[in-house]
T-cell receptor
Framework: DTEVTQTPKHLVMGMTNKKSLKCEQH?????MYWYKQKAKKPPELMFV???????INESVPSRFSPECPNSSLLNLHLHALQPEDSALYLC??????????????FGEGSRLTVL | KQEVTQIPAALSVPEGENLVLNCSFT??????LQWFRQDPGKGLTSLLL?????REQTSGRLNASLDKSSGRSTLYIAASQPGDSATYLC???????????FGQGTTLQVKP
């Protein structure tokens, strides 16, 4: 099973709302990622978790707050977002840190619209 | 700064044609390169991961090659079908931090 599951598939929120995106994998992977993708652009890395510890934060604004409750789950908490944050948010996982430690698998994404 | 380039940005071919998608990278010490497919509004699907020691990887009608000396990887699609229409991205996976370096992608349209 090479599946990364993301919920919800679509999310519409106002600028004062608090919401969360969720991601789950059962492949035993020890690295998990959040990416942001705008239309017609490649994914941009936001956060990397390795063995449940945050290893990379690509200078992401604090209105995005990641959480890794256990090795299978990854959350992205959203608060006071701006309309320009509207994008496709992709979760991914890999056996170790992607690249030297294995293949990267993506979920289907959560389409976020901020009004 | 390592960079990955994919040219052309878009490609349209008739069904049945064999085609090659190109990916250039500046990382002379590249460890591996991964090819992905993305359908509109969907996530990325991993197609092939090719290690620098392998030079080639095959999956069905797809064949990926990697040439470190020239800084190029190619994705060969045999007997293209309309279902192959998608955006294809390549990514340099050499970082030990988990960060992949993506190309801008090539959007392929296969016409019936």
């Amino acid at each position: 099973d090479t599946e990364v599951t993301q919920t919800p598939k679509h999310l519409v929120m106002g600028m004062t709302n608090k919401k969360s995106l969720k991601c789950e994998q059962h492949m035993g992977h020890r690295a998990m990622y959040w990416y942001k993708q705008k239309a017609k652009k490649p994914p941009e890395l936001m956060f990397v978790y390795s063995y449940e510890k945050l290893s990379i934060n690509e200078s992401v604004p604090s209105r995005f707050s990641p959480e890794c409750p256990n090795s299978s789950l990854l959350n992205l908490h959203l608060h006071a977002l701006q309309p320009e944050d509207s994008a496709l948010y992709l979760c991914a996982s890999s056996p170790g840190l992607a690249g030297v430690a294995g293949e990267l698998f993506f979920g289907e994404g959560s389409r976020l619209t901020v009004l | 700064k390592q960079e990955v380039t994919q040219i052309p940005a878009a490609l349209s071919v008739p069904e049945g044609e064999n085609l090659v998608l190109n990916c250039s990278f500046t990382d002379s010490a590249i460890y591996n390169l991964q090819w992905f497919r993305q359908d509109p509004g969907k996530g990325l699907t991993s197609l092939l991961l090719i290690q620098s020691s392998q030079r080639e990887q095959t999956s069905g009608r797809l064949n990926a090659s990697l040439d470190k000396s020239s800084g190029r990887s190619t994705l060969y699609i045999a007997a293209s079908q309309p279902g192959d229409s998608a955006t294809y991205l390549c990514a340099d996976g050499s970082s030990n931090t988990g960060k992949l370096i993506f190309g801008q992608g090539t959007t392929l349209q296969v016409k019936p």
